[in-house]
């Protein structure tokens, strides 16, 4: 599959493409219904225990008012989500870790929170859950204000990155756990048990305690536990950071299958690209305690809005170019560029890897493309990534006076079968025209 993915914008400026983030602000978020007077009196009835939850608050009689008024709530709400200009500040710092967030997820979605390290990703979801108090703006849940819940009464389950499993537990007690701390019976809480675990793939180990399975396995069992108490909202936390390649994936998958399969509207936090774009509905790209894009997958690496999720999701190179706005000249070609880029007569284009082949280089070339030295071919299997240097004079000026690097991804079988380490680099065009078009960069031996 090829993209059409390049976008330009001045190389003093960053550029910003005409997508707009897809967040929940003021006037996007789901509308709640008038009252009626039923509903008005049950308010009257509930406003002694705002924070009831829709099973009853432990140790305390919630009236039948009160029941209706939620119940009501639930279904014009759902299991959606949203966080309204959500301004979160450690004690002792100046800094906003959230900063005039907003998130808006429909019920039943998936939506990954992706960003590198201190973004402000775990704080978002913590700030949801009610781990975290909130210094400005508000939380809502199924059109239910949760500002000021406290976390046992939110409705939602949460699975770590440690897994938090009591050692002294079978992984079946484990799963009841949460279902005993609600005062469910042993018989229909055992049921239920067994059923999430057969979910999860682990109905044979329900007797096993957690120090006997493997990450995996304990990981799957957090899971169970989460979706045993069936939350209205699922977090997971970087469940799979501590796990190894193979395993990851696997889980990955199945968490993403189980999520379909029961509906669960889902927050996921990670730093893994590849697993955002594996299992996310859409995916929020987070900077500096704001979301700088949400989209889905697909759209998000093909139309990136600004300069950071370009390079942020997925490879990028920087190439040298003149643009009019909807074209630029790259190494002697005209490329195409999404809507809203910048003009100028030197602006840097970005180009995804895939949207670049190698040949081998001759003697007698056109005057398309420039030469490069081949540095490195990463083997990935069934495709190959060769980084490349151009060492002209005028691209290291331009690249202020360093060597302008170039990464190529192609099919392994595409792969120029030289004795020399030199190429010629011909730019391919995803868009909708679906047209080569020639970028070649001759490599030197």
Known sequence: MSFRSMFGHEASHEAVADVAPTVGTGSDVQS???????????????????????????????????????????????????????????????????????????????????????????????????????????????????TGVPVNKREMAM?????????????????????????????????????????????????????????????????????????????????????????????????????????????????????????????????KGKIEQIAAPQDLYQRPATEYVATFIGLTNRLPGASNGDEAVVFGQRVPLLEGSAKGDSVAVLVRPENLTLTAAAQHDSHVGERARVEVIHFLGSLVRVDTVIASGEYQRWNKGEQLKVTVQLPASELPASRGRSARLLSLDGGISRQRMIAKIHCRP
């Open 32 to 146: 709640v219904a008038p009252a009626t007077s039923a509903q008005t009196a049950a308010e009257d009835a509930f406003k002694n225990d705002p924070t009831a939850t829709l099973e009853g608050v432990r140790g305390k009689d919630v009236t039948k008012a009160a029941k209706a008024l939620l119940k009501d709530t639930v279904k014009r709400g759902g299991g959606s989500i949203q966080m309204q200009n959500v301004i979160k500040i450690y004690p002792g710092s100046t800094v906003h870790a959230l900063d005039d967030f907003n998130l808006d997820i429909k019920p039943g979605e998936m939506v990954v929170l992706l960003g590198g390290s201190g973004c402000g990703k775990s704080t978002a979801l913590r700030s949801l859950a009610g781990l975290e108090d909130i210094q400005g703006g508000r939380i809502m849940v199924g059109g239910q204000d949760v």
């Open 159 to 287: 699975v770590f990155q440690a897994y938090s499993l009591f050692p002294h537990m079978t992984a079946l007690e484990n799963v009841e756990f949460g279902l005993e701390v609600r005062g469910m019976g042993k018989a229909e809480r055992r049921k239920i048990a067994m059923e999430q675990l057969e979910l999860v793939g682990l109905a044979d180990q329900a007797k096993k305690y957690t120090q006997q399975m493997s990450g995996g396995q304990q990981q799957r069992v957090a899971l169970a536990r989460a979706l045993a108490v069936k939350p209205r909202v699922l977090l997971l936390d970087e469940p799979l950071s501590a796990l190894d390649a193979k395993v990851r994936v696997q889980l990955r998958d199945q968490i993403r299958r189980i999520q379909l399969n029961t509906g669960t509207t889902t927050v996921f936090v990670t730093h893994d690209q590849e697993e955002a774009l594996a299992v996310a509905d859409r995916i929020g790209v987070m900077n």
